[in-house]
């Protein structure tokens, strides 16, 4: 693959392999299903749903237990997770490469993006805002380390691979036909269903 940023190539690579390994678990797959449970209340009925930066499908996992009829796609970067994700929704559904170079092919009614913008170069942010708008017909879901003002932090031992600013302020202010429809807290010391400290909003199309 040829490569935009820094970014997209420490995912694809080892870093990317190891933390196939670190997220996957009973637990985890509890505490999503609690999260979208929440974070899509005020969705309505799920039909279909496009994560970009889909790992091995953990997100989607759950997303087709509360929404068993529920088509789902994914965007993943790294091939091993990649390969995953096709043994679980079908290769046709994946699209193994950068989120910067996936097409939107068809609308779907949520596209969703869960802690992986904090992990995008700032400077190509406006572009996965932009296929975010462009694959929802209705609802866009984002979930990430919230930050009032953009600010960088070491990622296990590495520098310039965590962000954190207000995503979702910026998306809305890009898109003026979009409005919040609702938001949350994920804690990591919830005691039934933690999760990585993620501010989730619910964004709708006009």
Same mark, same amino acid.
């Given at each position: ?5 820094? %970014? ?15 997220? %996957?678990?009973? %637990? ?44 789902? %796609?994914? /965007? ?17 559904? /994946? ?32 572009? /996965? ?9 209705? !609802?866009?879901?984002?979930?990430? !380390? ?8 070491? !990622? ?22 979009? /409005? ?27």
């Amino acid at each position: 693959m040829n490569f935009k940023t820094e %970014q997209e190539k420490f995912w694809s690579e080892g870093f990317g392999d190891d933390y196939i390994g670190r997220n %996957q678990s009973d %637990q985890l797959l509890a505490s999503n299903l609690n999260f979208f449970s929440l974070a899509l209340k005020k969705a309505g009925k799920v039909n279909s749903c496009k994560e970009f930066g889909a790992n091995i499908g953990m997100n989607l996992k759950a997303l087709k237990l509360l929404y068993p009829g529920i088509n789902l %796609q994914a /965007v993943e970067i790294n091939e091993k997770a990649a390969g995953e994700l096709k043994n679980n929704i079908g290769s046709e559904n /994946v699209f193994n490469g950068s989120i910067f170079d996936a097409p939107n092919d068809t609308l779907v009614d949520v596209a969703l993006i869960k802690g992986v913008l904090i992990h995008i170069n700032p400077d190509m942010l406006p572009v /996965v805002y932009q296929k975010l708008y462009e694959a929802s017909s209705k !609802y866009i879901l984002i979930a990430e !380390y919230y930050n009032p003002s953009p600010v960088a932090i070491p !990622y296990r031992g590495h520098n310039d691979r965590l962000f954190k600013r207000d995503f979702a302020g910026e998306f809305l202010e890009k898109f003026t036909d979009t /409005v919040l429809v609702d938001y949350g807290f994920a804690y990591k010391r919830d005691p039934a269903f933690p999760q990585d400290d993620i501010t989730w909003f619910l964004i709708e199309k006009k």
